[in-house]
């Protein structure tokens, strides 16, 4: 199978396709390598890719239609399906810079779904990234896919929402069998610079305070990357199939299943690091939410999967990668 991975270079792109490409794939990855954080830490996750036999790469926006078009007609007679990691990501981003959410997650999406129903023949499984930003400003936890998400808070999550809803228009109207998932704070090695465990990681190392917003009232299903990755490819594996007044589109919730207070988070990274944190509590911040916990029994009855890594085991080889990484870039 040949699979088409957007976002190769992003942090849960890159851990996909050295997945695919472990169990003998060949990957297709294509992404713009923008700066929203640090495109040096891009570069090396693509210099471990291209490390890997049967892995290409091309540069290139989802945004660009007409481009997008041309790499698909090159490449029809390849791909078998396609894992939709591009986006623009960052709930706090979306207020200072909505247009590029737009473009990267609305208008990128629709690129992405107009490429699979006229230029790849040989499709049977569109997977695509959403967020558990979708469920807003619920207060029923645990989330489940079966809840209503129409209070979103942020436009990052609106943009995502969007996207499951353009899904579910393009399998009821042209039966391209897609399936959404509802990532939920994932971490791990390789990680995203702006997510909260990696700044914080940076500050407690150098010796710099953290932020802890809503005085530290937060909990948050933070997800291993490892099992994040094994419930993309169990998804990617069970196409879903069209039934009587159901297309062949289904969501599912990628999440530990065990929120986590913040605080205590804090607790196991600074053991983890091995140095103690000085701390500076603040309000709650716009588009924020004060807790995600993942309702998992669909996606473990549908795909057969459960996490399996708790913060206290996944947050040190985290903090291994952390100093190994950092260590590389200061002696070059």
């Known amino acids: 199978m040949s699979v088409l991975v957007t976002g190769a270079a992003g942090f849960v792109g890159m851990h996909v396709c050295k997945a695919l490409l472990a169990r003998g794939e060949a990957v297709l990855g294509i992404d713009n390598l923008n700066a929203y954080y640090d495109p040096a830490l891009k570069q090396a996750r693509l210099a471990e890719l291209e490390r890997e036999r049967g892995f290409r790469f091309t540069r290139l926006d989802i945004a660009e239609a007409e481009a997008m078009a041309a790499f698909a007609r090159e490449h029809a007679g390849e791909i078998d399906a396609v894992v939709h990691l591009a986006a623009q990501a960052g709930v706090r981003w979306s207020i200072e810079r909505p247009f590029e959410y737009v473009r990267s997650n609305l208008e990128g999406h629709m690129v992405v779904l107009e490429t699979c129903r006229h230029h790849l023949p040989r499709l049977r499984h569109l997977v695509y990234a959403s967020s558990s930003s979708v469920y807003g400003a619920n207060e029923k936890v645990p989330f489940s896919i079966e809840d209503p998400v129409d209070k979103p808070v942020s436009l990052y999550a609106a943009t995502k929402r969007a996207d499951e809803i353009l899904s579910q228009v393009y399998a009821h109207l042209y039966r391209i069998p897609q399936t959404g998932l509802r990532f939920f704070t994932v971490y791990g090695p390789w990680g995203r610079p702006d997510m909260a465990y990696y700044a914080f990681t940076d500050a407690i190392v150098a ?6 917003f809503n005085e530290g009232r937060m909990r948050r299903d933070f997800t291993w990357i490892g099992d994040v990755v094994e419930g993309v490819l169990a998804a990617l594996d069970r196409p879903p199939s069209a039934e009587p007044g159901r297309p062949p589109h289904r969501l599912y919730n990628l999440g530990n299943h065990e929120p986590v207070e913040l ?11 091995g140095k103690k944190a000085e701390i500076r509590l603040a309000p709650m911040q716009p588009g924020d939410v004060v807790e995600t916990f993942a309702d998992i029994e669909a996606t473990t009855r549908d795909l057969g999967w459960r996490p399996t890594t708790p913060i206290e085991e996944g947050l040190p080889r985290f903090v291994a990668w952390h100093r190994a990484y950092h260590a590389m870039r200061a002696s070059t």
């Open 207 to 212: 010796g710099r305070p953290i932020t802890l």
């Open 263 to 273: 605080r205590r988070f804090v607790a196991v990274l600074e053991e983890a690091i």
